[in-house]
């Protein structure tokens, strides 16, 4: 067996989307909706080092942590292949997106070190296999339910039929390149109560049912930015914050969103707009940080090394 192996899964952004967690097969359990994968995400390395303790150790971006979803995705690798967790194991994460504010860091982490775990063990599952692993450690967790199937392809993608990889639906529509994603990040946006009231739910399925079918119609980038907008103003999610960088952006005319779930603003552009909406961002008076990326030609994947 090898000493140490590399995957990398991309951040996440959901335009608009519906709660499918009624199922009582975890498997099963997900979302519906569409968004896309950044060629920005979480790199993975797992290695295994002489040590006499059994407790694995954790880093993100070279800081010790106790990382509860990657405990979760050790935990149920090591149950599949009925063996112990071995001693002396360690697991670095260099996440390159920002935390908690709907960018899919957690998925990307589970998913890269699935894949990672995978190759270290001389590849006993699929890929699909090694996905559905890191779909359960996130809805167990609870951190997420549909980034996994969609860190599995690249491109602009939409989420047909909920589930882990190989039992929810996933199309991809590859977009053009020189498009860039320029972002203002505020922070997390609390949702958990917000997604378990029966009016709010109500109210994402209504806004969710008429959004696929109007992408579907034209999956671009363009409309994509118009169909998520209108979804997150039917839904009532824009914040004030989020709501005075919308305003800006509408004054250039350039089409803006926030992502679900996080209180920031996002939006896809040429790169030729770059001065343009950094001007806009120069406004923002509230602490924010900005963050850039283009969008993933491919989804998750092991690093091969030689």
Known sequence: MMDHAKAWAPGHITGFFD???????ILK???CGAGFSLSKGCTTTVAIKKSSTAIPQYFINNT?????????VITLFFSRLGICVPKGLKIMHNIEVPFGAGFGSSGAGAFSLSLALNKLYGLPLSDIEAGQIAHVAEAECKTGLGTVLGDTVGGIETRTAPGAPGIGEVLSFPQLRGTTLFCCVFGPLSTTSALSDPQQRQKIREAYGTSLQSFLRHPVIAHFMLVSRNFAEQTG??????RIVLNLFDK????ATMPMFGEAVYTIADISLKETIMGIFAQIKKPHTLFESTIAEQGAHVIDEH
């Open 252 to 255: 250039k005319n350039i089409p």
């Open 64 to 72: 010790a942590d106790n990382a509860m979803v990657s405990a979760k």
């Open 19 to 25: 709660i499918c967690d009624e199922s009582d097969d």
């Open 29 to 31: 359990k997900g979302s």
């Open 237 to 242: 999610f824009i914040t004030n914050e989020v």
